[in-house]
């Protein structure tokens, strides 16, 4: 055997024991990508995005104050970056939890990356961790919340009402509010709640508390010419929300922005679509006609919108991407193999695995991992160069649930993905997937244009 061959397989086995050796993170049952056990020997280290979104915490990261802060309920912890693992172990008390300090490394940039500290973090809000020598694997396990108080309004006489719901351990609040029906729902995930309770009041026409698998919903239906507003306050380990009703001052002005910008960007379609038995260019005509149509309504209510393309010519995605650059808001629309009444939503970010994508857009999604990695949306979300990825998600979301109320739309898809054509827009973009029946609806477009007016006008990406 000669001298190169030997050392080729020494280096395939050193590879291949390294690869055994990594250890897998697991958090509530679910594998978390992005551990690793390099950068401080025996510490383990996750890439921040990975781990916020395994326990459901939102976070964002301040480049001038080189600080890293996650919500999870009311408990807010931050957590200091440093440029080495030196700096980053020599700070024993590098994180704080509700304003106070606890032991913990610091955070560290490597490779564009930001990465944090899996144990420090998980205790702080309330975790388990324990290695598994077996499986090579350190489990995070973080306990159900229970509702502990649900004290609804006294009844007495007021200018408001108030509910006040406590819970004993950190968990992720979701919050949907549909001004047609004048209805907000909390939605209180990783939570649990022994039976389910109905509550009256004079501001309200109902409101109730639900056990739902592994969640609670609580529901409350205004009054005509009643609000509201929830704030949330740690209490103990865990926290607590509190809803106020009052009356209304003045009736909420849902109008359109004529200085906001809307790029609509109709998709080209493709043989990767699922869409054989549509004629060729029949899908990149129905994504266009609809988009026309929708920008017409939006313009109907006072919002600036405009077109990536208007006619059926092909564009580079590159350019289709640079036209939502300072955008309020892009949307690209495409048509997919789903059933009358179905949508996926996609949103700037990382996606697991592309596989996960609907075909319709795969070929943007194989784009974006040509030309622009996931490590590279991850640079410029540390770079400050995308404002704020979360924004994608939360609107998003009450897209979603502003289409299942207004007109029963079902959600297949709601997730993130390393798509180019949103690059331009960074958090402010969505890609949209649609039947074909659906982009030829007269009705839809208009619904639509009804709902971004309104989340605009509630501050919807701000």
């Known amino acids: 055997m000669s001298y190169g061959k030997h050392i080729l397989i020494i280096l395939l086995l050193q590879l291949t024991i390294t690869a055994l050796a990594q250890q897998t993170l697991v958090v509530n049952g679910e594998i978390v990508t992005g551990l690793t056990t390099s950068l401080v020997p025996g510490t383990s280290y996750v890439v921040v995005e ?25 408990r807010i912890a931050s957590l200091q970056i440093y440029d080495t693992v030196a700096e980053a172990t020599a700070a024993a008390r590098a994180l704080e939890i509700d304003g106070q300090a606890i032991p913990s490394p610091g955070g560290i940039i490597s490779a564009g990356l930001i990465y944090v500290p899996v144990r420090s973090l998980a205790v702080a809000f309330g975790g388990g961790i324990s290695y598994l020598s077996d499986r090579n694997a350190v489990v995070v396990v973080f306990p159900r919340a229970n509702l502990i108080e649900a004290r609804p309004p006294d009844g007495g006489p007021s200018d ?15 919050e949907y509010f549909n001004a047609a029906l004048n209805t907000v729902q909390f939605r209180f995930e990783r939570s ?3 039976k389910a309770e109905r509550f009256s ?22 009054k005509p010419g009643y609000s509201y507003e929830a704030f949330r306050s740690p209490q103990g380990s865990g926290f607590g ?41 029949s899908e990149s005509s129905l994504s266009l006609d609809f988009a026309k ?23 580079s995605l590159n350019s289709r991407s640079n036209m939502g650059i300072g955008a309020d808001l892009f949307i690209s629309i495409h048509a997919a193999a789903l059933l009358p009444g179905q949508i996926n939503i996609y949103y700037l970010g990382e996606a697991e695995q592309f596989e996960g994508l609907m075909m319709a857009i795969r070929a943007n999604a194989e784009t974006a991992a040509e030309t622009l990695s996931t490590d590279s949306i991850r640079r410029r979300i540390l770079l400050d160069l995308v404002p704020n990825l979360e924004l994608g998600r939360t609107f998003a979301n009450r897209l979603s649930s502003e289409l299942a109320q207004a007109a029963g739309y079902n959600t297949v898809k709601n997730e993130a993905a390393p798509l180019s054509v949103l690059s331009g827009a960074a958090g402010r973009g969505l890609l949209l997937e649609l039947s074909p029946e659906d982009l030829a609806s007269a009705e839809l477009p208009t619904t639509l244009a009804a709902i971004i007016t309104l989340l605009l006008s509630q501050g919807g990406l701000n």
């Not at 781990?51 to 009311?74: K, M």
């Not at 408001?160 to 979701?174: T, W």
């Open 160 to 174: 408001y009402e108030r509910f006040v719901l406590a819970f004993d351990a950190p968990a992720p609040i979701q």
């Open 293 to 315: 149509r929708l920008a017409t309504a939006l313009q109907e209510k006072s919002l600036n919108s405009t077109l990536t393309r208007e006619s059926d010519l092909p564009l």
């Open 192 to 194: 649990s709640l022994a």
């Open 201 to 222: 009041g004079s501001f309200f026409s109902d409101a109730t508390l639900v056990p739902n698998a592994d969640r609670v919903d609580f529901t409350l239906v205004l």
């Open 241 to 281: 929300l509190v809803i106020d009703l009052f009356p209304d001052e003045t009736e909420p002005e849902i109008s359109g922005d004529s200085q906001r910008v809307i790029v609509i960007d109709p998709g080209h379609g493709g043989q990767d679509s699922g869409l054989e038995f549509l004629a060729a260019g």
């Open 50 to 74: 990975s781990y916020a979104q395994a326990i459901g915490a939102d976070y964002r990261y301040n480049p001038a104050t080189r600080l890293v802060s996650f919500e999870l309920g009311a």
